[in-house]
């Protein structure tokens, strides 16, 4: 009962009234799927991002599934991020904060070193909102509003095992769905102009796999890599307009792009290194409309250094700070790529006799440059997350 009620409580404290999504200042929301939602554990986040490996049992959930198989408790994590963007632009306006919502999983030991996980993981966020100016041929001025709103998100089962004590793998598959929406309203000076809008939405649902390896060669040395299928997604697209006898609903496919990270991480006495690079090959992208001759490699290089702790009265906490830089797989305007660097800071307290840790991350940084791109998203993201453990069995005689 003090294990279901202490989860419980986790869950309420970092869900609470669900936060209404609003619109996203994101270069993402103008092309393809969105933005690539860090879903990660707090820790790892604030070290460079989630493909880095980390030896926390309690924080291990949102990374490489081999490093689950060393959690030895029933172990839950939630991560509630917030995210303050400002887009700036020469050409468009009304740029909007934007709220990404919880991730939530947990795993379980089974026979022997076997490890099993699922949960709840965001893959995309699509939301943005903007607005153009324009001129009709016959020199009418109108003014039209785009928005894009929706998400990807996924529901992995994962398993994970030691098969030496310098070698673990994991290995995952996914249930993949979500919708994305697209709006635009056309409104003209002249009144006597009928305003136009039109809306389409596409609901996708699909599957992946992945899978995962840790190597251990060395005490406090860690090198591993992992992979994420391509996933196809079955897609059902609606599309509304103001003229009616425009409606249409049919059915389509979309599929993105493998994914694959490698990383390394050296402990130095009460200092831990950490690095990783992950790419992913969008020239294999299907769907939405975009085309595939601008589309390229995306790829992810960070870094990452932790520092044992720092003693504030009775605690000691860590400090941890990183650099993370990202070339998107999409040009804007053609030719001219779009990169993306953050740096992040942040640290932890661990509670309740050392069976569960809170930890808090800030990253800040930008998207696209004004001068190449002719927009850029400056970026403030804050996480919060809180990772428990409890053994839900004891062995006859103990207390």
């Not at 993949?176 to 305003?195: H, L, S, T």
């Amino acid at each position: 009962m003090r294990s279901s009620l202490f989860i419980f409580v986790m869950v309420v404290f970092l869900t609470g009234p669900a936060p209404q999504r609003a619109e996203a200042a994101s270069v993402y929301s103008m092309v393809l799927v969105g933005e690539r939602v860090e879903s990660g554990d707090v820790r790892a986040i604030a070290l460079g991002g989630s493909a880095q490996l980390i030896s926390d049992s309690l924080g291990v959930l949102y990374s490489n599934p081999a490093l689950l198989s060393r959690t030895r408790a029933v172990t839950l994590g939630i991560t509630q991020v917030l995210a303050m963007d400002e887009g700036r632009s020469d050409d468009y306006t009304e740029r909007d904060n934007s709220f990404l919502f919880p991730t939530l999983k947990v795993s379980f030991p089974i026979m022997g070193r076997f490890v099993l996980s699922t949960g709840y993981m965001s893959r995309y966020d699509p939301d943005g909102s903007f607005t153009l100016d324009g001129v009709t041929e016959s020199g009418d001025e109108y003014t039209t509003r785009f928005t894009k709103s929706g998400g990807l998100f996924s529901v992995p089962l994962i398993i994970a095992a030691d098969v030496t004590r310098f070698v673990s793998v994991g290995a995952s598959f996914s249930f993949e769905a979500g919708n994305v929406e697209e709006r635009w309203e056309r409104e003209f000076e002249d009144p006597d102009f009928v305003p136009g809008a039109g809306f389409q939405r596409e609901d996708l649902k699909g599957t992946s796999f992945g899978g995962g390896l840790v190597l251990r060669p060395f005490e406090k040395v860690m090198i591993g890599g992992s992979y994420q299928s391509e996933i196809d997604y079955e897609t059902e697209v609606s599309r509304i307009f103001t003229n009616a006898s425009l409606n249409t609903s049919s059915t389509s496919t979309a599929k993105l792009p493998a994914r694959v990270s490698a990383a390394a991480t050296v402990g130095l006495g009460s200092w831990l290194f950490l690095g990783s690079y992950a790419w992913s090959d969008f020239a294999e992208f299907e769907g939405f409309g975009f085309p595939t001759d601008r589309l390229g490699m995306e790829t992810s290089y960070a870094f990452g250094v932790e520092y044992g702790g720092v003693s504030i009265g009775n605690k000691k906490l860590p400090i941890r700070v990183s650099f993370n830089y990202q070339e998107l797989p999409f040009d804007h305007p053609r030719d001219s790529s779009i990169e993306k660097f953050l740096v992040g800071i942040g640290s932890g307290l661990i509670v309740r006799n050392g069976s569960a840790k809170f930890d808090f991350a800030i990253q800040a940084g930008k998207v696209g440059a004004l001068n190449t791109n002719g927009l850029e998203d400056r970026l403030i993201r804050v996480y919060v997350g809180l990772v428990g453990a409890e053994r839900w069995t004891r062995r006859a005689g103990r207390q």
